[in-house]
């Protein structure tokens, strides 16, 4: 009987229903590689997980592994326990996602293993990092992509980025969307003094990138009447910034800030926004925005690459940091509402191109060639 390929993901914090970026991305891609003839294994933090998480979820293997409870410390140091668990476990491939974790690939390599990075982001533009930080992640992304056996970018400005610094052939394998579960119920709402249609939404970690702040002050200027502010997400570390957001928030008038909210909770509230913004200075392929669309919405965000490579229309786009162009914009937007043919077309357009089923196919594609090149990693090298 032929065995089943094996992936092992590292480098995340776990899912389902963990908060970030590149957890949502490995929540929705894993589960559709392991229905692909793959058996997929990720490693998760003990930390994140709760105890009662299942060992199987959705076809996908999951292994706690310790973790430090340090922000700076965290996904170092449960990287270099995952390359060795691999190392001992041998699965044909090792897939390191973001570039801190990638920090590791070397070793990877000397230990034999075959490895695919993902590039989900220059991590050191991060406002939340301090210098240290962000020179471990430039180091980071240097081993990663100097050393991986594959790369694979999530946007095409990260693909150029790495073609340009380091010379180096990427995958361009973007986030993507499925079609969402649109609920009839509006039991979040009520619970947290919503109407419908008449909040303006942003889902986000507590993070300085994120500029929460400058949606809390243009929502103000906006003077919406009978409108309010939901900002769903919350601080993995919480920290002076995301305290100041939290207090900012309680002491403005109709903004409600929820936590960290998932499942059909987080189902209502995208379901029944008016307006979503995402007023980020620093992104890698946002997949709220893509899910704030796929949910039908009109979208504002801010015209850093990332967000540009999406395609939104001009009027959906401002500068980081312009409060005044985004308060107009908010109030155009509420004036405005969009219809529900609007809506649909919204939905059809970005689920049409961007699905997480043609991602894992390509995904696929990547570890299948690595596969059937014959590549070991033996001895480090350069690899193109």
Same mark, same amino acid.
């Given at each position: ?11 995340? &914090? ?20 392991? *229905? ?23 076809? =996908? ?5 310790? @973790? ?13 326990? +995952? =390359? ?32 695919? =990075? ?11 990092? *301090? ?25 095409? *400005? ?7 610094? %380091?010379?180096? !052939? ?16 509006? !039991?979040?709402?009520?619970?947290? +003094?919503?109407?419908? &249609?008449?909040?303006?939404?942003? /889902?986000?970690?507590? /993070? ?17 009447? +009978?409108? #309010? ?9 919480? !920290?002076? %910034?995301?305290?100041?957001?939290? &207090? ?6 109709? /903004? ?6 998932? +499942? ?5 509230? %995208? ?12 992104? *890698? ?33 401002? #500068? ?13 937007? @509420? ?31 990547? %570890? ?11 001895? /480090?090298?350069?690899?193109?």
């Amino acid at each position: 009987m032929r065995r089943e390929p094996h992936t092992m993901i590292v480098g995340l &914090r776990g899912f389902p229903g963990v908060q970030g970026g590149v957890e949502t991305h490995a929540e929705q891609l894993f589960p559709i590689i392991a *229905g692909l003839g793959f058996k997929v294994t990720v490693l998760a933090r003990s930390t994140r997980l709760p105890k009662s998480c299942p060992s199987e979820w959705n076809g =996908v293997h999951l292994v706690r592994l310790w @973790a430090p409870k340090s922000r700076s410390l965290e996904a170092v140091v449960h990287t270099f326990l +995952g =390359v060795m668990y691999a190392a001992l476990t041998r699965p044909d491939i090792l897939h390191i996602q973001a570039v801190g974790p990638a920090l590791w690939t070397p070793l990877a390599r000397i230990l034999g293993l075959r490895v695919v =990075v993902t590039h989900h982001g220059p991590d050191y533009d991060r406002q939340k990092w *301090g210098g240290t930080a962000k020179f471990v992640l430039r180091c980071g992304e240097s081993a990663g992509m100097r050393f991986a056996h594959r790369r694979i970018a999530i946007s095409e *400005g990260i693909r150029r980025l790495v073609a340009e610094k %380091y010379g180096l !052939d990427s995958a361009h394998i973007p986030n993507g969307v499925m079609a969402p579960f649109m609920p009839a119920s509006t !039991d979040t709402l009520d619970k947290f +003094g919503l109407s419908p &249609r008449r909040y303006v939404l942003m /889902v986000s970690r507590l /993070v300085p990138e994120k500029r929460h702040e400058d949606l809390i002050k243009a929502f103000v200027d906006a003077a919406l009447p +009978g409108w #309010k502010l939901a900002l769903v997400g919350g601080a993995d570390h919480p !920290d002076e %910034y995301s305290t100041r957001v939290e &207090r900012l928030a309680a002491q403005t008038p109709n /903004v409600v800030a929820t936590g960290f909210q998932k +499942g059909v909770a987080l189902n209502e509230i %995208y379901a029944n926004a008016g307006i979503f913004v995402l007023p980020s200075s620093h992104e *890698g392929l946002p997949i709220v925005l893509l899910e704030a669309i796929s949910y039908g919405l009109p979208v504002l965000s801010t015209d850093i690459p990332a967000n540009l490579e999406i395609g939104l229309p001009k009027e959906s786009y401002f #500068k980081p940091g312009d409060i005044r162009t985004l308060a107009e914009r908010i109030q155009e937007f @509420a004036r405005s509402p969009c219809t529900e043919e609007t809506r649909q077309r919204n939905r059809d357009w970005v689920i049409g191109r961007y699905d997480w089923r043609i991602s894992a196919r390509e995904t696929v594609d990547v %570890y299948r060639s690595l596969i059937e090149s014959g590549t070991g990693a033996s001895h /480090v090298s350069q690899t193109g």
